[in-house]
């Protein structure tokens, strides 16, 4: 079974505080993959890594992926009550459209 | 280019009744996805669709089927409606490439009752 655990489920913090959000499987991916979703609408997709031990920044968003290529983390910085909503991993394997997807972490940043 | 449509964004529908989502995709994408959102189970992959072809498939039940069109519009259709089929049902596009990154539609809520 292909499966994607991500961490932690909920998370609220204060503007202005840096968070991690994980992502693990003993499964190993040809590419990960990050999204956001707001409430009511799809997954918006945030950045796509590749290669083990890879790691991409967005602003204040640092995406890394672990060198066996079998987990992932996603760090904010100073996040921003704009940064709210639910961040999504998903795991792609070399058999074509196919996304394993964590679970999902609800993130809330309070003003 | 213009984003992944669904059509409709919402709809109710009685338990045993079946219902046909569409979906069209970035211009240029030949991949399509469909996926099922649920609060309990997140997001869980149904099929997927190539060129008209079906080339994944997850664990659904026969009930989920799917079709691709030659200009790869996409349908989903669900027959014999269960109380737990209500969920957001979402389509996603993807270019040719070994990245398999996908852009979702904003999805259609499926409300069964």
């Known amino acids: 079974t292909q499966l994607l655990e991500q961490s932690p489920q909920f998370l609220s913090i204060q503007e202005g505080e840096n968070l991690t959000v994980y992502c693990n499987s003993s499964s190993v991916f040809s590419s990960l993959q990050w999204y956001r979703q707001e409430p009511g609408e799809g997954p918006v997709l945030l950045v796509t890594v590749v290669t083990g031990g890879e790691v991409k920044k967005l602003k204040r968003l640092t995406f890394q992926f672990g060198d066996a290529r079998k987990d992932s983390s996603l760090h904010i910085t100073a996040a921003q009550p704009g940064d709210t909503g639910l961040y999504l991993c998903a795991g792609a394997y070399n058999q074509g459209g196919k996304l394993i997807f964590g679970q999902g972490t609800e993130l809330s940043v309070k003003p | 280019k213009a984003g992944v449509t669904q059509t409709p964004r919402y709809l109710i529908k009685t338990r045993g009744q079946q219902v046909t989502l569409s979906c069209s995709p970035i211009?240029?994408?030949?991949?399509v996805s469909w996926y099922q959102q649920t609060p309990g189970q997140g997001l869980q992959f149904l099929f997927e669709y190539f060129s008209e072809t079906q080339r994944n498939k997850g664990n659904f039940p026969g009930r989920f089927s799917g079709r691709q069109f030659s200009n790869s519009r996409s349908e989903m259709n669900v027959s014999t409606l269960e109380l737990g089929d209500s969920a957001l049902y979402l389509c996603?596009?993807?270019?040719?490439?070994?990245?398999?990154?996908?852009?979702f539609g904003p999805g259609t809520r499926l409300t069964v009752t």
């Open positions: 996603a596009s993807s270019p040719s490439g070994p990245s398999y990154e996908q852009y």
């Open positions: 211009s240029g994408h030949r991949s």
